[in-house]
């Protein structure tokens, strides 16, 4: 069973860092893509960071030269490492796999999500 576990998040000043992780299980290969998306209350989910299997990563609009994505195959984590934080990223942040084939009717799997909480 596949199964993503975020970690990481909290309550950070603007202006701060933080960093979160992501474990994956249940899926030993054939993955496309892992990334990380974010949940603001009444808004809609929106891509943050991305990186697919050849190490290239693409970040959304809103991101970019303050947040981070790495993967580590070895222990099977993806990794946000978020820079110089504004009240704005404040949101839920849900990690995310794509996978080659289908798994049990399905090419993508999420986890349950992190609050990451920024201060003015």
């Known amino acids: 069973q596949v199964q993503l576990v975020e970690s990481g998040g909290g309550l950070v000043q603007a202006g701060g860092s933080l960093g979160l992780s992501c474990v994956v299980s249940g899926i030993k290969f054939g993955i496309v893509a892992m990334s990380w998306h974010r949940q603001a209350p009444g808004k809609q989910r929106e891509m943050v960071a991305r990186?697919?299997?050849?190490?290239?990563?693409n970040y959304g609009d809103s991101v970019k030269g303050r947040f981070s994505i790495a993967r580590d195959n070895a222990k099977s984590t993806v990794d946000l490492q978020m820079n110089s934080l504004k009240p704005e990223d404040t949101a839920v942040y849900y990690c995310?796999?794509?996978?080659?084939?289908?798994?049990?009717?399905?090419?993508?799997?999420w986890g349950q999500g992190t609050q990451v909480t920024v201060s003015s």
């Open positions: 990186i697919n299997s050849a190490g290239v990563t």
């Open positions: 995310n796999v794509k996978t080659i084939f289908l798994i049990q009717g399905r090419n993508d799997f």
